[in-house]
């Protein structure tokens, strides 16, 4: 059974930096790709960085990109994204995901508050 357990979420003031860490129960290599997304009160689950787990190619979304990096780290298997210049609303339940051949997985989430 793949388990995909977040951490590194919390609350931080508008400007700040935060780094959430996705560990998988097995080899990431297992995955197509992993990535994030995240689900703001009200408002559907929206992806934010993928990363495909072999070749390292990256993919934002264009409200994040130039402030939040995503990394692999194929030792640990683990996936962390590196958010940087967090504004308000960037505030939300953030989720990992990995990109199975036939399903996708997803972990539990991690709260992110930013304040103004």
């Known amino acids: 059974q793949v388990q995909l357990v977040e951490s590194g979420g919390g609350l931080v003031q508008a400007g700040g930096s935060l780094r959430l860490s996705c560990a998988a129960s097995?080899?990431?290599?297992?995955?197509?790709?992993m990535g994030w997304y995240r689900q703001a009160p009200g408002k559907q689950r929206e992806l934010v960085a993928t990363?495909?787990?072999?070749?390292?190619?990256?993919n934002y979304a264009d409200s994040v990109k130039g402030r939040f990096t995503i990394s692999r780290d194929n030792a640990k298997n683990t996936v962390d994204l590196q958010m940087n210049s967090l504004k308000p609303e960037d505030t939300a339940v953030y989720y990992c995901?990995?990109?199975?051949?036939?399903?996708?997985?997803w972990g539990q989430g991690t709260q992110v508050t930013v304040s103004s």
């Open positions: 995901n990995a990109q199975g051949n036939w399903r996708n997985y």
């Open positions: 097995g080899s990431i290599f297992s995955f197509n790709a």
């Open positions: 990363i495909r787990t072999r070749a390292g190619n990256t």
